[in-house]
DNA sequence: CAGCGGATATTCT
DNA sequence: GAATATCCGCTGA
């Protein structure tokens, strides 16, 4: 039944680090979505680094605001934003509480509870779709504003946690540009991904709006 | 597969 | 008022 044998959550500490650590370190790790009608269990394969102040493409670049309070948190939390008027997009804060980084989870395979992701996912073609690409990992785990500030680090009966489980070896790690961030915060090399995991997401440079005609 | 336009609402200026 | 850490459906290769 549970196809996860160690259900260990990953202590809060793995967190409480530099932004540009966690982010490669939780490639390969499941997080666990607890829905009332049944586990979602995905495998993370693309993330992406946002380091706070330091960082133009950061939400928290200009301070603290009634959006991202959660990144100024304590680490392990999730922090849940909604973007472009339709769709959700789920972070984990990392750094010490008073800091502002978080790592967003960009893409994952779904590894139980597909068939609950497939009905909240009925445009996939097919199961690798079903979380390639931020706002599609969140529909299809059923995340929404009401997770924001969730922690993920809680043992026990909760919505949202991230498993210890075994990452993926460092050598399978490839890093590039962040995908659709503006100005000068696209250039980091901050986007991390398992190298040839057909679960990843396609690159995308920022794409300014166009005027109304 | 690449390029595009449209949909949509919250946030910040 | 303008921008946005996006996705979908369509077109044309």
């Given at each position: 039944m549970?196809a996860?044998?160690?259900?260990?959550?990953?202590?809060r500490?793995?967190?409480?680090?530099?932004?540009?650590e966690?982010?490669p370190?939780?490639?390969?790790r499941t997080?666990?979505r607890?829905?009332?009608?049944?586990?979602?269990?995905?495998r993370?394969?693309?993330?992406?680094?946002y380091?706070?102040?330091?960082?133009?493409?950061?939400?928290?670049?200009?301070?603290?605001?009634?959006?991202?309070?959660?990144?100024f948190?304590?680490?392990?939390?999730?922090?849940?934003?909604?973007?472009?008027g339709?769709?959700?997009?789920?972070?984990?804060v990392c750094g010490?509480e008073?800091e502002?980084?978080?790592?967003?989870l960009?893409a994952g395979?779904i590894?139980?509870?597909a068939?609950?992701?497939r009905?909240r996912r009925?445009s996939?073609?097919?199961?690798?779709?079903l979380?390639?690409?931020?706002?599609?990992l969140?529909?299809?785990?059923?995340?929404?504003r009401?997770?924001?500030?969730?922690?993920a680090?809680?043992?026990?009966?909760?919505?949202?946690?991230?498993l210890?489980?075994?990452?993926?070896?460092?050598?399978?790690v490839?890093?590039?540009?962040?995908?659709g961030?503006?100005?000068?915060?696209?250039?980091?090399?901050?986007?991390f991904w398992?190298a040839?995991?057909?679960?990843?997401s396609?690159?995308?440079a920022?794409?300014?709006?166009?005027?109304?005609?």
């Amino acid at each position: 039944m549970i196809a996860t044998p160690d259900r260990t959550p990953l202590p809060r500490e793995f967190f409480d680090r530099p932004v540009l650590e966690v982010a490669p370190d939780l490639l390969g790790r499941t997080l666990v979505r607890t829905t009332p009608d049944g586990p979602i269990a995905l495998r993370l394969t693309e993330v992406e680094a946002y380091d706070g102040p330091n960082d133009p493409g950061s939400h928290a670049y200009r301070g603290r605001t009634a959006r991202n309070g959660v990144m100024f948190g304590p680490p392990g939390h999730v922090y849940v934003y909604f973007t472009y008027g339709m769709w959700f997009c789920m972070n984990l804060v990392c750094g010490p509480e008073g800091e502002s980084s978080a790592v967003l989870l960009r893409a994952g395979e779904i590894v139980e509870g597909a068939e609950l992701a497939r009905k909240r996912r009925l445009s996939a073609r097919n199961d690798k779709e079903l979380a390639k690409g931020p706002a599609r990992l969140a529909t299809a785990l059923d995340v929404d504003r009401a997770l924001n500030g969730t922690d993920a680090c809680a043992a026990g009966d909760t919505p949202l946690c991230v498993l210890a489980g075994t990452p993926v070896p460092r050598d399978q790690v490839s890093n590039g540009p962040r995908t659709g961030v503006a100005g000068d915060g696209g250039v980091h090399p901050w986007r991390f991904w398992i190298a040839n995991d057909p679960t990843v997401s396609p690159y995308r440079a920022h794409a300014p709006r166009r005027r109304p005609s």
